[in-house]
């Protein structure tokens, strides 16, 4: 009778971590461990596989009952032999991951985010486990599907109900006025550009200092932005400085480059958008009469697809010393108007 070969079974969040380890782990022992274990999932043999390890039959059943056991806990380092890794049983492993879909406060902890402290203080007072290694977190952390980046900033005058009334409404005027051949749609806003490098995480060399040169010198420059949410183009323009005296000619300029249309302008409650001085150039005989201002909901920059086109930019840039300022400017404004961008509101 033929031998029925064993199964392993593997999850989306499993998989994701196994590829991630073979792809980018500098390691040997943990990568070949996600090889064998996706090799498996896929059907190969410890015995067909082995001789591309350089290792026995033996022990790739090994590294495979310690899958069985541990999961991807066992290819970290040391966890095989962390005992304290073993002492959470399924369903503990089950409330941690319910417990991490949603915030340190749902379990009266005074935090907003999670980290590996609050994590480690959390899981040692609900099943008294306490990990050797920090990676055994993170693995959690990592299965639960959250990710180490930066969080969003979030306004504490935020109302989300009333922007998401008023984003409707801007959707249903926005999409009437496309209706017309003659009418542009713009989404603008104001950016300001510093001599000084962006800087951005990234994933480095570990036991390794990685050093990226910077400036400071406080030289920065301010440009004002329209993208057409039709075409994807996005023009700049400097500003001396952002304010009503600055934007005023800046409109007019984008009137003057789309003659004999009516320009719509998207943009946010600055209050040179909303000066006197700027309404009173609009309307019928006056140098913006053929502008219609649409203002986004406060506290809502998310919202502005030209804030995704500063960012993009930005990152573009990020991590690179340039030895001017004009080179720094020049490559701001070359990535912006030599790209197309999909943001849509």
């Not at 941690?96 to 379990?107: A, E, I, N, R």
């Not at 009503?244 to 409650?269: E, F, G, H, R, S």
């Not at 309404?279 to 006056?286: A, I, R, V, Y």
Request: aromatic share 10%; hydrophobic share 35%.
């Amino acid at each position: 009778m033929a031998k029925i070969q064993k199964e392993y079974p593997l999850t989306d969040a499993q998989r994701d971590i196994l590829l991630e380890h073979v792809s980018q782990t500098p390691h040997k022992l943990p990568r070949y461990k996600a090889q064998t274990i996706l090799g498996a999932n896929a059907g190969a043999t410890s015995e067909q596989m082995a001789p591309m390890f350089g290792r026995t039959k033996e022990t790739l059943d090994d590294w495979l009952g310690q899958w069985e056991k541990m999961g991807p806990l066992c290819l970290f380092s040391g966890h095989i032999e962390n005992t304290n890794s073993m002492k959470l049983e399924d369903d503990q492993w089950e409330k941690v991951y319910k417990t991490l879909q949603g915030s340190p406060s749902d379990v009266e902890l005074p935090e907003q985010l999670w980290t590996v402290p609050v994590l480690a203080n959390w899981m040692f007072s609900e099943f008294g486990v306490k990990y050797n290694s920090d990676r055994s977190y993170h693995y959690c952390l990592h299965l639960a599907g959250l990710s180490f980046k930066y969080p969003t900033k979030f306004d504490v005058r935020r109302d989300e109900g009333k922007i998401e009334a008023r984003m409707a409404e801007i959707r249903t005027e926005v999409a009437e006025l496309a209706k017309d051949p003659d009418t542009i749609i713009f989404a603008s806003d104001e950016v300001k550009v510093q001599e000084e490098t962006e800087t951005r995480k990234g994933w480095l060399r570990t036991g390794e200092k990685t050093v990226i040169k910077i400036k400071r010198n406080g030289k920065k420059q301010s440009y004002t932005g329209f993208l057409n949410l039709a075409t994807g183009k996005c023009t700049v323009e400097e500003l001396a400085w952002q304010n009503t005296a600055t934007t005023i000619p800046a409109l007019q300029n984008l009137l003057a480059a789309n003659p004999n249309k009516k320009v719509v302008v998207i943009w946010d409650n600055a209050s040179w958008h909303r000066s006197q001085a700027l309404k009173d150039e609009l309307g019928p005989g006056n140098s913006l009469e053929n502008l219609y201002l649409i203002q986004l909901p406060p506290y809502a920059p998310d919202h502005n697809p030209i804030e995704h086109v500063w960012n993009a930019a930005k990152g573009e840039s990020a991590n690179i010393l340039q030895r001017k300022f004009a080179d720094t400017k020049a490559r701001f404004v070359s990535y912006i108007t030599e790209s197309t961008f999909q943001y849509k509101l």
